[in-house]
């Protein structure tokens, strides 16, 4: 069956975009992306009975980032039907999954599959750092083909999500980024930080009060200077492997 595709990520180091670019790739149809890293303003949308919304979120402190909310907000649904999916990395998703069908569900859309997928750890890279991996991809088109086929029978079922509510409160952010020596002032992290935190004139320093710690500005800086350059990375770092070195797997919600 050939549907109007619209497609959603947010994908700051990369790996979200990777996963929803490998379940879209399954479907046959137009597709239209929209990319949230992006600042420019998304205008409302409002989608049909033939198309097929597709939005893919990376999970932060248990949660959807909450500079996606907004932007979400302006995608309306009648009686459309979404594949809501999430990207986190191999800690947990918490209530990130169940809050992003709640929002779609309010917003107009009908749910037809959601799923959880492990992703590189962006702020702890060697954490699934080969994920999504092969075994990812064949889960990606299963869960695809049976999409396509409750898409085709036309029969919705109301899908018991893992999570709470209210929500997991977020995590008071611990982390941040900062430039050192070895900036060539290229300017790539301004540009691509989604929330101004940092000014062409110092691009080194970040404004603690507006950074989300996506990392963004990490995976774009040619030379490795925007990093973690604080004490308490390290230690975090560590314990973090050890507390998260067991292969999670996707669990699938259809
Ligand atoms: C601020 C922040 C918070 C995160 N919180 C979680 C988490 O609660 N659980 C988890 O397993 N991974 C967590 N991660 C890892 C991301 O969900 C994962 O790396 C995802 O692939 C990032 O998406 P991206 O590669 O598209 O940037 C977090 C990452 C960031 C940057
Ligand atoms: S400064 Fe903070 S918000 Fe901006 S790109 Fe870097 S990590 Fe993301
Ligand atoms: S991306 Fe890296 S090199 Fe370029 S301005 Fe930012 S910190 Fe400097």
């Known amino acids: 069956m050939n549907k109007n595709i619209r497609e959603i990520y947010f994908s700051p180091s990369g790996r979200t975009r990777k996963l929803s670019q490998i379940f879209v790739g399954n479907f046959k149809g ?8 992006l600042k420019e303003e998304v205008k409302e949308q409002n ?20 500079i996606c ?8 649904g009648n009686d459309t039907p979404a594949i809501a999916l999430v990207a986190y990395g191999n800690r947990e998703y918490d209530d990130a999954l169940l809050e992003l ?3 779609l569900k309010e917003q107009g859309f ?64 611990a982390l941040m980024p900062t430039g050192d020596d070895l900036c060539i002032n290229c300017g790539n992290c301004v540009k691509i930080c989604p929330v101004e935190a940092i000014s062409i004139e110092n691009p080194k320093e970040t404004n603690e009060s507006k950074c989300i710690n996506c990392t963004a500005c ?13 004490e308490q990375y390290n230690m975090a770092y560590e314990k973090f492997k050890t507390d998260n070195a067991e292969r999670k797997e996707p669990e699938i919600f259809i």
């Open 30 to 37: 137009d597709i239209k992306t929209f990319d949230f890293l």
């Open 218 to 230: 990490i995976y774009n800086c040619p030379t490795g200077s925007r990093n973690y350059h604080m």
């Open 110 to 173: 009908k749910i037809l599959g959601a799923a959880a997928f492990i992703t590189r750890h962006s702020i702890f890279p060697e954490v699934a750092n080969n994920r999504p991996d092969e075994k990812d991809e064949i889960k990606l088109k299963d869960f695809a083909n049976k999409c396509k086929n409750k898409l085709e029978s036309l029969e919705f079922n109301e899908l018991k999500i893992k999570g709470n509510r209210p929500y997991k409160d977020e995590n008071k952010k």
């Open 101 to 103: 069908t709640d929002i």
């Open 69 to 76: 909310i907004s932007k979400l907000k302006k995608f309306k």
């Open 47 to 66: 989608l049909g009975k033939e198309e097929l919304l597709v939005v893919t979120m990376p999970v932060y402190a248990g949660r959807i980032p909450e």
